[in-house]
């Protein structure tokens, strides 16, 4: 159960709505015939008020991942991979990730928008991926733009999207998986490339993918 809406915000709420429908509106039914459409809506205002309802709601929980998982211009300027994925203090940066990974990241402005799964046991790559499911991937400016923003928001190991108790946070190319975690005894981020394989990953890992 969320906070109540106060009058004003739900008025706004609403505006938003209703420009949303009179966008997306005359698209629909310009694909429909007005006959067809009008006999089947006649008399069941409350069931169509109840498809509504659910899509509604479902368009605007799409909206709020968007917010909180990114899908925004973060950065201040454009975020380039080759000067930030450096080892410096806080951080420390692995040569295969910059060879397989920062080398053939672009320059960009925006982070991906991404959701997570939480590891329940110890898992290999194969048993993870398929828990991801399809278009699991990330490129390698996705990556980079997106582990650079989380590292950024969690300066010193503080609470965020990454795990700051040891455990593996977990991001999955074609090429390779790229592992970030936080050494609370050198107060630093480390982040490095992996092969696939089957030792696996401990249980409480984070498995990171794209929100598509």
Same mark, same amino acid.
């Given at each position: 159960?969320?906070?109540?809406?106060?009058?004003?915000?739900?008025?706004?709420?609403?505006?938003?709505?209703?420009?949303?429908?009179?966008?997306?509106?005359?698209?629909?039914?310009?694909?429909?015939?007005?006959?067809?459409?009008?006999?089947?809506?006649?008399?069941?205002?409350?069931?169509?008020?109840?498809?509504?309802?659910?899509?509604?709601?479902?368009?605007?929980?799409?909206?709020?991942?968007?917010?909180?998982?990114?899908?925004?211009?973060?950065?201040?300027?454009?975020?380039?991979?080759?000067?930030?994925?450096?080892?410096?203090?806080?951080?420390? #940066?692995?040569?295969?990730? @910059?060879?397989?990974?920062?080398?053939? =990241?672009?320059?960009?402005?925006?982070? !991906? *928008?991404?959701?997570?799964?939480?590891?329940?046991?110890?898992?290999?790559?194969?048993?993870?991926?398929?828990?991801?499911?399809?278009?699991?991937?990330?490129?390698?400016?996705?990556?980079?733009?997106?582990?650079?923003?989380?590292?950024?928001?969690?300066?010193?190991?503080?609470?965020?999207?990454?795990?700051?108790?040891?455990?593996?946070?977990?991001?999955?190319?074609?090429?390779?998986?790229?592992?970030?975690?936080?050494?609370?005894?050198?107060?630093?981020?480390? #982040?490095?490339?992996?092969? @696939?394989?089957?030792?696996?990953?401990? =249980?409480?890992?984070?498995?990171?993918? !794209? *929100?598509?």
């Amino acid at each position: 159960m969320g906070t109540t809406f106060a009058p004003g915000q739900v008025s706004k709420l609403q505006n938003d709505v209703n420009i949303a429908v009179a966008t997306a509106l005359p698209k629909v039914v310009d694909k429909l015939d007005p006959k067809v459409v009008l006999r089947a809506l006649e008399g069941r205002g409350e069931i169509f008020a109840g498809h509504i309802e659910t899509a509604l709601e479902q368009a605007i929980g799409r909206m709020l991942v968007l917010m909180q998982k990114g899908a925004t211009i973060t950065f201040d300027s454009r975020h380039d991979p080759d000067s930030f994925f450096r080892t410096r203090k806080g951080l420390w #940066v692995g040569e295969e990730f @910059r060879f397989r990974v920062v080398a053939k =990241a672009e320059a960009s402005t925006t982070v !991906p *928008a991404f959701k997570h799964v939480d590891l329940p046991l110890d898992m290999n790559d194969a048993k993870i991926e398929k828990r991801l499911g399809d278009r699991h991937f990330f490129t390698e400016t996705e990556t980079c733009a997106l582990i650079a923003d989380l590292i950024a928001k969690q300066e010193g190991g503080t609470e965020g999207e990454l795990l700051n108790n040891g455990y593996s946070d977990l991001f999955y190319l074609v090429s390779c998986v790229v592992r970030v975690v936080w050494y609370a005894d050198g107060r630093k981020w480390r #982040v490095c490339t992996w092969r @696939r394989n089957d030792c696996g990953w401990n =249980a409480g890992s984070r498995a990171f993918s !794209p *929100a598509n």
